[in-house]
């Protein structure tokens, strides 16, 4: 069995990650309607459920065939309610690793959760599925996500100028990229 087609599940305080399911439709469409949510995302908001059950569909279970996990559902075990993802969604063409992506829902914001969960991820993607290196990038403008990236010890490696498609709009920016090595992740483990 390939290790992306059995993802280990993760519970840190009252939380969850475990993969995605087409179930999961009606409470990603909850937060993904939500412009705030999605305005430094390539998606959204989504305008009904079938986008979310779509996207779903389409973007997450096809990973499985690029030999990638299908994504992690983040849950709030108290309500019993997906509030978020947390992916490996890209495969570099040269380097034994991933590109991550994640998003959570508005009223989740400011409480160091996606930082714990990335941190979870990482930690997957270097012992469960053995990466030498993972990658996330964020658009400058995007100070929360900087944020919990650089709490997670990843390094700037490139900024370079960038246009995201929106439905509506144009977003004119810069993109930056991160990367954490197996060697730096577990250096700064024993440190």
Do not use: C
Not at 31 to 37: A, N, P, Q, R
Not at 116 to 137: C, E, M, P, T
């Amino acid at each position: 069995m390939k290790p992306y087609k059995k993802m280990p599940v993760i519970t840190f305080d009252h939380f969850q990650l475990r993969t995605i399911t087409k179930k999961d439709y009606k409470d990603m469409f909850d937060y993904g309607k939500d412009e705030e949510v999605t305005s430094f995302l390539s998606w959204g908001p989504f305008t009904s459920p079938v986008e979310a059950k779509q996207a779903i569909k389409t973007i997450f279970y096809p990973r499985i065939h690029k030999s990638l996990p299908r994504g992690y559902a983040i849950i709030d075990l108290e309500k019993h309610k997906m509030i978020g993802t947390i992916d490996f969604h890209t495969k570099p063409k040269d380097k034994n690793g991933a590109e991550v992506g994640y998003v959570i829902a508005k009223s989740y914001w400011g409480q160091g959760l996606m930082t714990k969960a990335l941190s979870h991820l990482v930690d997957v993607g270097f012992n469960h599925l053995g990466y030498d290196v993972i990658y996330v990038r964020h658009l400058s403008k995007n100070i929360a996500s900087q944020k919990v990236i650089l709490k997670n010890k990843f390094k700037l490696i490139k900024s370079e100028p960038t246009i995201l498609e929106k439905k509506h709009e144009q977003i004119s920016d810069f993109m930056l990229t991160y990367e954490l090595t197996k060697e730096k992740y577990h250096a700064n483990q024993q440190s």
